[in-house]
């Protein structure tokens, strides 16, 4: 019989280690169902507090606590999916993902390619973590009903075979299958052919420039002639309530935009949700981060998130 642990023994609890080692996985699978890095934080928290709310018997008793908890991050990230578009009704003007700097750590987090519990997949039906994050990516994945997100999430993204997902979504494998399928279509059809980083780098820094120079003809050269630019301001910050479209309105836009700027703003380029963006900064302070989408070396869209509760993150302390 074992002896009761001290206060403080890592011994207190048996594979403590192996279940905060999910955390990370966790918030990576949570971000992309969610699209907001702090309600993928709260999924997680919600997640682990279900689990320590069990009796140290009922945890012994389940075979692979990872497994355990995806499931139950899985749903619920499913029910917030189906809340979440309730609050959008109520949310003030265009809604945008959260972006992500360049320092978060935890954006791998797929399963072995070998494994054994993944379902076999054409290679090319495969979204690469790095495309899973920018903000083109999200954008698609917030079209898309609550159980098509998750199905095509975990299956294409992190490789959960569809036994698995269907006791999440609660439907049969076939159907969440075909989910994923559809979802699927979705993307292909929507997403640009991809931009070599180098590349899309060297176009937002012309458009910087650009930009701080007033140039509107500059602009419209770098600018699609259909470009759309999105802002999301959730009524805390000024921006447009409604989406901007076509290259000259764009770009006229932006000049005047630059003119009216006050002389402590400044712009850097930075990584965001993996590819090259703009960052705005007033005094230190983000208060802009703009995320493009690249297509044919022109800028295809542009998404300007302005609201302070999103750039919690980019904010330096």
Known sequence: MSTPSEPGDRQAEPGLDAIMSERRQLISLAYRLLGSLADAEDAVQETYARW????DGQREAIASPGA?????????????????????ERYVGEWIPEPLPESTDWISGRRGAGDATSDPVDPADRITLD???SMAFLVVLDSMSPAERVAFVLHDVFGYPFADIAEIVGRTPAACRQLASAARRRVRTSQAPPTPAARQAGIVREFSRAWEAKDVAALVGLLDPDATLVADSGGLAPAALHPI??????????????GRAPGNVSFAQRVVNGQPGLVAQEDGVTTTVYAFEIAADRIRHI???????????????
């Open 52 to 55: 320590y709310a069990m009796s």
């Open 245 to 258: 479209r076509g290259g000259e309105l764009i770009a006229s836009l932006l000049a005047d935009l630059a």
């Open 68 to 88: 355990w908890l995806t499931t139950v991050a899985g749903r619920i990230c499913l029910d917030l999916l189906g809340s979440a578009r309730a609050r959008r």
């Open 131 to 133: 495309e899973s994050i």
């Open 303 to 317: 998404w300007a998130i302005r609201n302070p509760e999103k750039l919690r993150p980019w904010t330096d302390s």
